[in-house]
């Protein structure tokens, strides 16, 4: 039988991508992992490996097709033996009618029902567990109009494909485990609908008359607006501040860089931070936590995200174990990930997870900010710049030091307010006393 290639989830929180290219064509003969397409996630451009061998016996999405849902059919493979004919015949590969189809369709629309064979197949099904349960076109089209739980059907076919006479024979106590979910009433919504706020058209309206450029948004710019307003409608965040002498972590900083100057290692004030987030979160563990819906993960490892800005958007590359590591290591580490994020060449495993981010404008120019919470972080440490400033000494005396400005944004689900301010301190004491940290 001819198998659906899916689109897949290349990451834990993918929903929709963009088939950015195909790498094989239809003919081709295809191995279980061979490169067959490039797909753009919201953060990265991925590469597609076959799970199937086969010849590839239609493509269904071109490429450039934005908006390509998870489990999407993309693709039809053929086994030995079967050609472009075996598609139809299955009912597979329904793909978007041509150009020359689609009057027809049109003006068919309102006689009755298409044949069996002729309707739209359901999604492919998942088991229990989540796997994906095989089944043919067909077999799933006929199982939906009978009501049949196909995660309860035992499939004939090649590796335990279910096929149209395994629904055709199947038991009624197959069709019985669908109808309680089919029969159970919708539950209420949990709560009403935020706001939308005026439309794009009607946006476009205030405007009239006026020049402007319509930028069409990317998967990026997308995924960050949407996550962003879920994390500053949901999040119930508070803000500690704390200004922050610099002066001795410069100075140790300039003698590092001289002693590391033969191993090409130049240390950046934001490789201290990183260095002092992370031990400050092995001495308060209560805040090295995540949220996780309805309980708290309180995690072993410091692995601190880091906020990289790029064209259209930001990536933030998590260095995980950060306390372990050392000044140079964690220097090295976050160059290379900052440059392949500015490349969109990170995997999702090295931009997801970590307990707590940096977000540093200060090389912008910027004295001090608010970051927004990025879920399931419990907190991020907005950073400014350097700045000389005229402080009272313990001495009581008037200096001048170098002074920069944190704000620490919280999620008050996970850390309390002298929780918080513990956590700071912490930050604050390593990078007021660095030497401490080699320690």
Request: hydrophobic share 45%.
């Amino acid at each position: 039988m001819p198998t659906e290639i899916l689109m897949p989830a290349l990451s834990p929180t993918m929903e929709e991508g963009t088939l950015a290219k195909w790498l094989v064509k239809e003919g081709d003969t295809v191995s279980s992992g061979d490169l067959i397409a490039e797909i753009e996630t919201d953060k990265a451009t991925m590469e597609f490996e076959a799970v199937d061998e086969g010849v590839v016996g239609k493509i269904l999405i071109a490429e450039g097709s934005e908006g390509v849902k998870v489990n999407t059919p993309i693709a039809v493979l053929l086994e030995d033996g079967e050609s472009a004919d075996d598609i139809q015949s299955s009912g597979g590969g329904a793909a978007a009618p041509s150009k020359e189809e689609a009057p027809a369709a049109k003006a068919e629309a309102p006689a009755a029902a298409p044949k069996e064979e002729a309707k739209a197949a359901p999604a492919a099904p998942q088991g229990a567990d989540g796997s994906r349960i095989f089944a043919s076109p067909l077999a799933r089209r006929i199982a939906a109009d009978k009501g049949l739980d196909l995660s309860a059907i035992k499939g004939s076919g090649p590796k335990g494909r279910i096929v149209k006479a395994d629904v055709m024979d199947a038991k009624p106590q197959a069709a019985a485990a669908a109808a309680p979910a089919a029969s159970a009433p919708a539950a209420a919504p949990a709560a009403a609908a935020a706001p939308a706020g005026p439309s794009a058209d009607m946006v476009a309206r205030m405007y009239e008359g006026r020049a402007f450029e319509e930028v069409k948004l990317d998967g990026m710019r997308k995924t960050i607006a949407a996550r962003l307003t879920e994390a500053k409608q949901t999040i119930p965040h508070f803000y500690l501040r704390r200004d922050i002498q610099l002066d001795a972590l410069l100075k140790f900083r300039g003698e590092l860089n001289k002693q590391l100057e033969g191993r090409g290692v130049k240390l950046s004030v934001n490789d201290f931070i990183i260095k002092a987030v992370a031990l400050a979160l092995q001495a308060v563990p209560d805040a090295n936590a995540v949220w996780a819906g309805d309980r708290v993960l309180k995690m072993k490892a410091s692995d601190v995200a880091v906020a990289v800005a790029i064209e259209g958007g930001l990536f933030t590359p998590v260095l995980q174990d950060s306390d372990t590591k050392s000044l140079s290591a964690l220097s090295a580490e976050m160059k290379d990930l900052a440059s392949r994020a500015r490349d969109r060449k990170l995997a999702p495993h090295e931009y997801q997870g970590g307990s707590f981010a940096i977000s540093n404008l200060g090389m912008f120019g910027i004295d001090n900010f608010d970051a927004i919470v990025n879920p399931p972080h419990a907190g991020i440490l907005a950073v400014g710049s350097g700045v000389k400033k005229p402080v009272v000494g313990a001495d009581g005396e008037l200096k001048v030091a170098t002074v920069m400005s944190v704000t620490m944004s919280v999620d008050h689900r996970v850390i309390d307010g002298a929780l918080g301010a513990d956590l700071l301190k912490a930050i604050v004491d390593n990078l007021e006393n660095p030497m401490v940290m080699l320690a």
